[in-house]
Every structure is written in structure tokens, then in C-alpha cells.
């Protein structure tokens, strides 16, 4: 089984870089609106993920 913190790193790691590509496809011309919506569904499942699943490690 994987360990939790390579699980929760990568997530993190998920998040991230979805987060970054969408704002990236935001500031170019022309914008790629079903791009960005898939890497902020992305984002918004792997953080809905990360919050289910170790939200009472905090």
C-alpha cells in the first residue's frame, strides 16, 4: 500500500499544476474555455479528495 504522505503529496502536487495550466490557458489568446474548466475540475476533485481524506489529520 502507498504510504499517506506520497498520496497527500501527491495531491497536492495535482492541484497545483491544474491550478497553474488553467491560469496559464486563462492569460492566453485565445482562451481555451474547455481546457480550463477540465484542469479547475481537476483541482476542484483531487482538493475534494485531499479534504475527504485527510481532513482529520489536521
Not at 474547455?34 to 475534494?48: H, K, P, R, T
Amino acid at each position: 500500500m502507498i504510504p499517506a504522505i506520497l498520496v497527500k503529496i501527491a495531491l497536492i502536487i495535482i492541484m497545483v499544476r491544474c491550478v497553474y495550466v488553467a491560469v496559464t490557458e486563462f492569460n492566453g489568446f485565445p482562451k481555451h474555455w474547455f481546457d480550463i474548466l477540465f484542469y479547475l475540475s481537476v483541482a476542484l476533485v483531487a482538493l475534494s479528495y485531499y479534504l475527504q481524506r485527510f481532513h482529520r489529520l489536521f
